[in-house]
């Protein structure tokens, strides 16, 4: 499996995540991606994930007029986003303890034979 794959399956979690600290737009929302080596590359575009993540009642958006003139579709997690939201984390954190079990009781059978 490659990052991509990986990244991908976690990217709702990613989103409602960066919502969660404060309202923002979808190229906003990438480039916060972006900073923490999460690109979309080969995953596609964020509005898909946006738009699933609206259907579900986890955000809501807003249309605002930008300093420029032009209207801009703001995203923010909703109380039910958040309720998701550390129900992915406490899934997530619970993955990781027990893949790294795994990996530690396999790594101390090595050169055992």
Request: with cysteine; aromatic share 6%.
């Amino acid at each position: 499996m490659n990052r991509t794959s990986l990244i991908k399956g976690h990217l709702e979690m990613c989103v409602l995540s960066i919502l969660s600290t404060k309202k923002s737009y979808g190229y906003e929302i990438m480039k916060e991606l972006e900073n923490h080596r999460l690109q979309l590359k080969g995953v596609g575009s964020i509005y898909p994930i946006l738009t699933k993540l609206k259907e579900s009642e986890l955000v809501e958006n807003s249309r605002e007029l930008t300093e420029s003139g032009k209207m801009r579709v703001y995203y923010e997690i909703t109380d039910r986003g958040r309720k998701v939201l550390r129900q992915k984390i406490d899934e997530w954190m619970e993955l990781q303890k027990d893949i790294r079990s795994l990996l530690k009781s396999g790594s101390e059978g090595e050169g055992a034979e």
